[in-house]
T-cell receptor, first 115, second 112 residues
Framework: GESVGLHLPTLSVQEGDNSIINCAYS??????FIWYKQESGKGPQFIID?????DKRQGQRVTVLLNKTVKHLSLQIAATQPGDSAVYFC??????????????FGQGTILTVHP | KAGVTQTPRYLIKTRGQQVTLSCSPI?????VSWYQQTPGQGLQFLFE???????NKGNFPGRFSGRQFSNSRSEMNVSTLELGDSALYLC???????????FGPGTRLTVT
């Protein structure tokens, strides 16, 4: 049958605001998580990662929070800038075995930052 | 270090033809993974190679295949192209598990 395009969640913010992008992951055995940013016409760009033995990790202007109890991941971007406008993906994986090199991606969230 | 490179960047093929895409990983990275990205299905894992061995394969038909060379460079091949194979094909490389995968710019394949 005809495929239906993914309807990506959208987040629209003003420049300088803080942004929070959420992601629910599916596999309770996942133990490594990554956030990527993808701009139009480009491949996904690594932002930040976190392992399951942590619940928070900070980078430059970004923070990732992991709640394993409810299988939820969030990406916080401080002082959002127009250059942050992109599609953001969370990805999960498990250690070794049948999951070698396999990332399972969320559907993505479109972030639009208005000047 | 140079990033992941993919060639060609754009490709137009006709149904029934075959295509080969190439990926050069970041220097020192031995794991190379391939993904297909479409508006309808999002990002989907194709396969992963490490030290010239396929360690993992996604849920794609046998028309999709790949290989890795001793210098870690990888190629993927799609035979008997179908219209639904039109997609952005992304290659990613990483050191070992527990390290992030870094993506190339992708190859945009259009099948007519």
């Amino acid at each position: 049958g005809e495929s239906v395009g993914l309807h990506l969640p959208t987040l629209s913010v003003q420049e300088g605001d803080n942004s929070i992008i959420n992601c629910a992951y599916s596999n309770s055995a996942s133990d490594y998580f990554i956030w990527y940013k993808q701009e139009s016409g480009k491949g996904p760009q690594f932002i930040i990662d976190i392992r399951s033995n942590m619940d928070k990790r900070q980078g430059q202007r970004v923070t990732v929070l992991l709640n394993k109890t409810v299988k939820h991941l969030s990406l916080q971007i401080a002082a959002t800038q127009p250059g942050d406008s992109a599609v953001y993906f969370c990805a999960e994986t498990t250690a070794g075995g049948t999951s070698y090199g396999k990332l399972t991606f969320g559907q993505g969230t479109i972030l639009t930052v208005h000047p | 270090k140079a990033g992941v490179t993919q060639t060609p960047r754009y490709l137009i093929k006709t149904r029934g033809q075959q295509v080969t895409l190439s990926c050069s990983p970041i220097s020192g990275h031995r794991s190379v993974s391939w993904y297909q990205q479409t508006p309808g299905q999002g990002l989907q894992f194709l396969f992963e190679y490490f030290s010239e061995t396929q360690r993992n394969k996604g849920n794609f038909p046998g028309r999709f295949s790949g290989r890795q060379f001793s210098n870690s460079r990888s190629e993927m091949n799609v035979s008997t192209l179908e219209l639904g194979d039109s997609a952005l094909y992304l290659c990613a490389s990483s050191l070992v598990w527990g390290n992030p995968q870094y993506f190339g710019p992708g190859t945009r394949l259009t099948v007519t």
